[in-house]
């Protein structure tokens, strides 16, 4: 069933602008689809907690989504991945950083 609702919300013929962001990103999130429930949160709490699993997340998929936190939010988030798993999510901080750094 989880796949069934990322197809949906992946496929471009439906365009959803209209529905309870909130409470699908919940949804989301309990189904563990985080980077649907990334997409749907917009609390710094909730999207902080979703972060902790960026380990079993699309690398590119953080890297583009890191862009376009505000940068205060970004390192914050960025050190606390590597608080939750420093081994697995290294990688991943060097490439947002390299991405993201402001000249």
Known sequence: M???????????TYHF????HIRIAQI????????RALENYVDII???RVLSYASTMDQQFLIDYFG?????VGIESMYDILRYNMTQNIRVVVEIAKKWVEY
């Open 2 to 12: 989880p796949q069934v609702a990322d197809s949906i919300m992946q496929n471009t």
């Open 17 to 20: 602008t209209h529905y309870d």
């Open 28 to 35: 989301c999130e309990r189904v563990q689809l985080y980077q």
């Open 46 to 48: 909730d999207i902080k």
């Open 68 to 72: 376009k936190l505000p940068v205060d």
